[in-house]
C-alpha cells in the first residue's frame, strides 16, 4: 500500500478523532457540570470568543505578511486559508502533549501544496520564531513595568 498525502490525511483525520473520543471519555469533569460552567459564563461567552477570532485574525495576517515576503506575486494564498490554518494549528498546538508542537508540521504540510515545501517550511519556522519573540518582549516589558517605581512613590 503506497502512503500518498491522501491518506495521510485520512489516517490523521482518524486519529484526531479517536483522540478526541479518548479524551472526551477520559475528561474529569461531568459534561452536566462543563454545561454549568457555560451557562455561568453568560452572555460573556460570546465577546472572549470574539476577542479570540480577533486575536487569531491578527496571527493570520502577521503569518500573511511573512508569507507574501517569500512568495512571487502568482503564489499568493487567501487570507480565509490561511486564518483556517493559523486556528487549526493552534488547536493542534494546545491539543498534542508536547503543547506548542502540534501544529506546525500539520501547518506546513498544508501550505506546501500551496507555496512548496521549502516555502512552507521557512515560512512557518519564521512565524513561530516571531511569535515567540513577541511574547518574550512583551513580557519582559510587563517586568520592567511592574518592577518600577510609579512616579507617586518618588515624591514620598
Not at 476577542?51 to 499568493?76: D, G, M, T
Request: glycine share 6%.
Amino acid at each position: 500500500m503506497k502512503w500518498t498525502k491522501q491518506r495521510l490525511n485520512n489516517l490523521f483525520f482518524i486519529l484526531g478523532i479517536a483522540a478526541v473520543v479518548v479524551m472526551l471519555l477520559t475528561f474529569d469533569v461531568s459534561f452536566i457540570e462543563l454545561w454549568d460552567h457555560l451557562c455561568r459564563a453568560g452572555y460573556w461567552l460570546i465577546p472572549i470568543i470574539g476577542v479570540w477570532i480577533f486575536i487569531y485574525a491578527i496571527n493570520a495576517l502577521a503569518w500573511q505578511a511573512i508569507i507574501r515576503s517569500k512568495c512571487e506575486p502568482h503564489e499568493r494564498i487567501s487570507f480565509w486559508r490561511i486564518y483556517k490554518l493559523t486556528i487549526t494549528g493552534y488547536a493542534l498546538n494546545y491539543a498534542t502533549p508536547v503543547g506548542g508542537l502540534g501544529g506546525e508540521p500539520y501547518r506546513i504540510m498544508e501550505l506546501s501544496k500551496d507555496i512548496g515545501n521549502q516555502r512552507a517550511t521557512s515560512s512557518v519556522i519564521l512565524y513561530a520564531m516571531m511569535h515567540f519573540f513577541a511574547h518574550f518582549w512583551y513580557w519582559f516589558s510587563s517586568c520592567l513595568l511592574y518592577t518600577s517605581p510609579s512616579p507617586r512613590d518618588a515624591t514620598l
